[in-house]
């Protein structure tokens, strides 16, 4: 009987974060005890299971967004920048180097502001930054009151309420270019296209819409509509999913006292929509500064063609930035990639005055 031993089973973690099982033995015929530590598999640590679950957006993150904006931003600083064969890098102060080192090429490199000088300098650029902002000022508010009036309209009907939705939602997943080409049909100068039809019920005269010699202001109805479908299906999601999250007891309450259906809708689902209302208004913002698919849709033939006859009449900062990218001149791909951090700087101030004025105006 001398090797019967009572045991009592113990979980310990060791210091390097490894799990151990330690088991005191007790002899039955000394009545001493010894403590037998059993190694067992190491447990992986929170955070290191944190890491690795991130490492592979943080790659595509570093990959697709953080290097090309690193390389944009050297661009932009180097005038006459160009692609110096056999460097064996994409990164542009390797580019540079090597360019400095090429005793043969005619054409000089040198870091400065010359690019932005250009831009800034450039009757282009200030036309496309008109147009944008005109974009932004009037397609962001419509798109946002249009959105969310459908969405309340949607969340207090219930029949059908899923087709509806659906059929909100078709544009969202709806390719831009085979959209664009809907628009131009309907919107089509012709006698035979839809608004110049249905114009015609109430005695107009066809417009000429998308036309070569039509007016900048009918290419801007028809940019603005075709902004608003594309985009209203996003918003209406999310504000429904808003929506649902309102407690029901506030409306009955309000119901009780005798508020308007108005009254409801601006003292109580607009504040409590108020972090949805934020986040719609920042993405529409910045979606809206980046205008470029939809005007090419609409007006097509080629990458560069922005509507009139010089094809440059609804150029934005977006459509500037793509313009000399195609130009093949020594000084193009530097004032492009200036264009581009000008447009980005831009868009972070609009988001950090967004941030600031509703500072006080959101209710979480």
Same mark, same amino acid.
């Given at each position: ?30 009545? *001493?005890?010894?403590?037998?530590? *059993?190694?067992?598999? $190491?447990?992986?640590?929170? @955070?290191?299971?944190? $890491? ?14 953080? +290097? ?13 920048f160009y692609w110096v064969g056999g460097s ?112 015609? $019920? ?6 000429? @819409? ?6 900048? @202001?009918?290419?801007? !109805? ?6 608003? @479908? ?82 440059? *009449? $609804?150029?934005?900062?977006?459509? !500037?930035?793509? *313009? +000399? ?29 967004? !941030? ?9």
């Open positions: 009987m001398a090797n019967i031993k009572e045991r009592n089973e113990e979980i310990a973690v060791n210091a390097n974060g490894s799990a151990v099982l330690q088991t005191p033995y007790i002899d039955a015929v000394t009545n *001493k005890g010894y403590l037998d530590v *059993k190694q067992h598999k $190491w447990i992986m640590p929170e @955070w290191l299971k944190g $890491w690795i679950a991130l490492i592979p957006a943080l790659i595509f993150l570093i990959v697709f967004m953080i +290097y090309p904006i690193i390389n944009s931003f050297l661009i932009s600083f180097i005038n006459n064996n890098s994409s990164l542009a102060i390797v580019n540079y180097i090597a360019s400095l080192q090429n005793s043969r090429s005619s054409v000089i490199q040198s870091f400065g502001f010359e690019n932005y000088i250009k831009v800034f300098s450039d009757k282009l650029f200030w036309e496309a930054m008109g147009n944008t902002g005109l974009i932004v000022i009037v397609e962001v508010p419509l798109t946002i009151l249009v959105g969310l009036v459908i969405a309340v309209c949607l969340n207090a009907i219930k029949p059908l309420q899923g087709f509806y939705q659906t059929v909100f939602f078709l544009p969202y997943v709806t390719n831009a270019i085979a959209l664009g080409m809907v628009f131009n049909v309907m919107f089509s100068s012709g006698a035979g296209g839809l608004f110049n039809t249905m114009l015609g $019920w109430f005695g107009v005269n066809p417009v000429n @819409w998308l036309g070569v010699s039509a007016s900048k @202001w009918s290419m801007f !109805f028809v940019i603005v509509v075709y902004s608003i @479908w594309n985009g209203i299906a996003f918003k209406i999601l999310v504000f429904m999913s808003g929506l649902a999250t309102i407690d029901k007891q506030y409306y009955d309450a309000a119901r009780i006292d005798g508020a308007s259906k108005l009254t409801i809708f601006r003292r109580i689902t607009v504040p409590l929509l108020s972090p949805q209302i934020l986040y719609i208004t920042v993405t529409s913002f910045i979606g809206a500064a980046k205008s470029y698919s939809q005007i090419i849709s609409l007006f097509g033939a080629g990458p560069v063609n922005f509507g009139g006859t010089d094809g440059t *009449k $609804w150029i934005t900062i977006v459509g !500037f930035i793509y *313009k +000399y990218m195609q130009d093949n001149s020594a000084s193009a791909l530097g004032r492009a990639a200036a264009g581009s951090v000008i447009l980005l700087i831009v868009i972070l101030l609009l988001t950090l005055v967004q !941030f600031a004025v509703s500072k006080n105006r959101v209710h979480y």
